[in-house]
């Protein structure tokens, strides 16, 4: 996968979750931290505890998270 595939699949990925999964939230920082923590999910790594996932992802925060 090159990079523009990556931006693509992130901007489905950012779309899917504003319609289905983060519908319910009313408020905006839900879904950017929501978001986040999603992405964590989906990145590889074997610990998926918050405080690693926040380590791998750039605008990771453990506190937000």
């Known amino acids: 996968m090159n990079y523009q ?4 699949l992130r901007e489905l990925l950012e779309q899917f979750l504003a319609q289905i999964l983060f519908a319910v939230c009313s408020r905006n920082q839900q879904h950017q931290r929501g978001s986040v923590y999603v ?6 790594g074997e610990r998926k505890s918050v ?3 926040a380590e791998r992802i750039p ?3 453990e ?3």
Do not use: S, W
């Open 39 to 44: 992405r964590g999910l989906l990145l590889d």
């Open 51 to 53: 405080g690693a996932m």
């Open 5 to 8: 595939q990556g931006v693509a």
């Open 63 to 65: 506190q937000a998270m």
């Open 59 to 61: 605008d990771g925060n």
